[in-house]
């Protein structure tokens, strides 16, 4: 009886990790697209050509959905503190693309 209460607890310690893993992707999920918001937003106030800006636009929404494939895949089996180093890697990483692109486009 004992071993199957140990089993049994050792299943919802699992679990709980899991949920706690999903909880601590979403909200970093939640984090890189507001920053993607607001680089959005500086990079329509600094630009003129609508058409430069959608596709850098674009290409910013692409480098998002292929970090989140990337992380989501990497999350379900590592732990939760280098799941949470690869985020703000990536967050990093867009940002300063969103700015060098913005200032490109400025310069042209």
């Known amino acids: 009886m004992n071993i199957y209460k140990n ?10 990790s899991n ?7 979403n909200m970093l999920q939640l984090e890189m ?6 680089s959005i ?14 596709m850098a636009m674009a290409f910013i929404m692409l480098i998002v959905a292929m ?14 503190w280098a799941a949470v180093l690869i985020e703000v890697i990536i967050v990093i990483f867009i940002g300063y693309w969103a700015k060098r692109i913005s200032q490109d486009l400025r310069l042209k």
Not at 33 to 38: A, C, I, P, S, V
Not at 67 to 80: E, K, N, R, W, Y
């Open 41 to 54: 937003n500086k990079f329509d106030k600094n630009t003129e050509d609508f058409g430069k800006r959608q």
């Open 33 to 38: 697209m507001r920053r993607l918001k607001d």
């Open 7 to 16: 089993k049994l607890d050792d299943e919802l310690v699992e679990e709980m």
């Open 19 to 25: 949920a706690t893993n999903v909880v601590k992707q």
């Open 67 to 80: 970090a989140q494939i990337v992380v989501s895949v990497f999350l379900s089996g590592i732990s939760p």
